[in-house]
């Protein structure tokens, strides 16, 4: 039994040795990541600052879109004139606006009528006529009284249009004048609904000067949305009868917010003359995909493929139609196709039933525009710098950043600018796939391993034959 004892010990001996290895190699590398400098950047430029503010807002030029290794532009960072990095926010560049339009209502004067309850309904009923025979009927708990009242009819482009407000005018009264006035909305004349409830109305004079409310505000909500027909109810609280009233406009207040965005042109590749591919030099978050066909008075339907790196398999996205016309109605074309920030490298096309022509569609794509909003830490001149494989993400967000009572109350958009100028050249075009110390010892961690397992094998191999060795020759003959 001393062959089982040797064979024990020396298995007992290599696994504890195999074991010391792999511990070894799985122990974890750890190497001190140097601080960035310039240097760790494809490219940069200078930023021009005028006075000594806190904060400063940048808009990137074309380059840092095109050349960041990070689709999120993350592998970028702001440099003061001793070449410490500063802290800095990436934010969108949104513009707003608020457009106000007006537009004329038609007038119909009505005559009003109460109806006395019966005993199946407590509240009154109200009838109004117009003088071409439209009658209207609404019933409310309140008790009534006789009152001026019109029908406001919307037409044309104003339907389905947010209504705010509606203006009213009158020839001025010689006497002082104060009314309330109730407004109901109707899709189709018979069911209404109540937008407004005693709104003051008034016409004041005092010696030259005249204080006139004549409009009446509109809650935003679906039926409002919806109406097409305002009926105005006016009680002049028993003093004279209301003015009448000579014209009526509808104010719509339109507030529109949008991101600005930065055009991306594709490199076009002709696979045949049905199928072409376009690439970008980097991945990026799409918003939008514009396809105009070269040829003039074209119509041509089209199936749509994309990926997200040169390595990756082409994905289906849609089968859609672009077209360019230039006719009797104007010069058209296609809308752009919106992707939702989709992550895409390249796109593929093929015409279905049809080609292109001489000259392949251009493509074009947008992306969010992207601002940096930098802390002005040290002194000037400072210096942006893009495209580092090796910088990790350092973005702060602007509440960390900013604090709230150091952001204009008009918004980050009044911060103050800093001009970007001219593109130098910093580390070079390796930058762009240099590797940080943590990936090189992860590299050389992985390769270590490797060849310990590798190792590992073989002398786990030599063993079995020694031991398979010893015990044949054990055997008895």
């Keep these: 039994m001393m062959w089982l004892k040797d064979i024990k ?29 310039p240097q760790d950047f494809y490219h940069g430029a200078e930023l021009e600052t005028t006075e000594a503010f806190p904060f400063y807002r940048v808009t990137l030029p074309e380059e840092v879109y095109r050349e960041s290794v990070k689709p999120d532009l993350s592998d970028m960072r702001v440099f003061n004139s001793s070449g410490q990095a500063v802290t800095f ?3 969108p560049v949104e513009q707003s606006s608020v457009e106000m339009r007006e537009s004329p209502l038609r007038i119909f004067p009505l005559k009003m009528s109460v109806d006395k309850p ?6 009154e009923r109200i009838t109004l006529k117009s003088a071409d025979g439209v009658e209207i009927k609404i019933s409310q708990d309140e008790k009534s009284e006789l009152a001026t009242s019109y029908l406001l009819q919307v037409e044309g482009e104003q339907e389905n249009q947010n209504l705010n407000q509606i203006v009213l005018n009158w020839a001025q009264s010689k006497h002082n004048w104060q009314a309330h006035v109730t407004v109901f909305s109707s899709l189709d004349l018979k069911s209404w609904h109540k937008q407004a409830d005693n709104a003051p109305l008034m016409d004041l004079a005092s010696g030259s000067d005249r204080l006139l409310l004549n409009h009446i505000d509109i809650d935003d909500n ?35 917010q949008r991101t600005e965005t930065v055009d991306l042109p594709f490199n076009a590749k002709a696979v045949s003359k049905i199928e072409v591919e376009y690439v970008l030099d980097r991945p990026q978050p799409l918003t939008t995909l514009s396809i105009v066909p070269e040829q003039k008075n074209t119509v041509l339907p089209i199936s749509i493929e994309y990926r997200t790196s040169h390595d990756d398999q082409w994905h289906w996205l849609m089968n859609t139609v672009v077209y360019q016309l230039d ?8 809308e752009p196709l919106s992707l ?35 802390n002005a830490q040290g002194s000037s001149p400072y210096l942006l710098a893009w495209g580092s494989h090796q910088a990790p993400a350092a973005t702060m967000s ?58 590992g094998v073989i002398g786990l191999a030599l063993i079995v034959v020694k031991l398979a060795r010893e015990v044949m020759g054990s055997r008895p003959q």
């Excluded at 409002?224 to 609280?237: E, F, G, H, P, T």
């Excluded at 709230?404 to 600018?417: Q, T, V």
């Design 327 to 334: 006719g009797e109605t104007g010069y058209r074309v296609s």
């Design 222 to 256: 679906y039926n409002s949305k919806r109406a097409r027909y305002w009926l105005l109810v006016i009680n002049s609280d028993g003093q004279s009868s209301a003015p009448i009233i000579t014209k009526a406009n509808s104010i719509a207040i339109i507030r529109d």
């Design 89 to 91: 926010s990436l934010s």
């Design 398 to 455: 602007i509440e960390q950043l900013i604090p709230a009572s150091a952001i204009p109350k008009s918004g980050l958009n009044d911060l103050p600018r800093a001009h970007v100028g001219s593109v130098m050249v910093l580390g070079g075009e390796q930058r762009l796939t240099a590797m940080s110390s943590a990936e090189q010892a992860s590299q050389w961690q992985k390769w270590l391993l490797w060849g310990l397992l590798i190792v």
């Design 118 to 123: 019966d005993g199946s309904y407590q509240g």
């Design 9 to 37: 010990n020396s298995t007992f001996n290599s696994g504890v040795a195999l074991g010391i290895l792999c511990l070894f190699s799985l122990s974890p590398v750890y190497a001190e990541s140097p601080e960035l400098t």
């Design 340 to 374: 939702n920030q989709k992550l895409v490298q390249g796109i593929r096309i093929k015409a279905i039933n049809g080609n292109w022509g001489e000259q392949p569609p251009t493509m074009t794509g947008t992306r969010n525009q992207i601002d940096v909003i930098f």
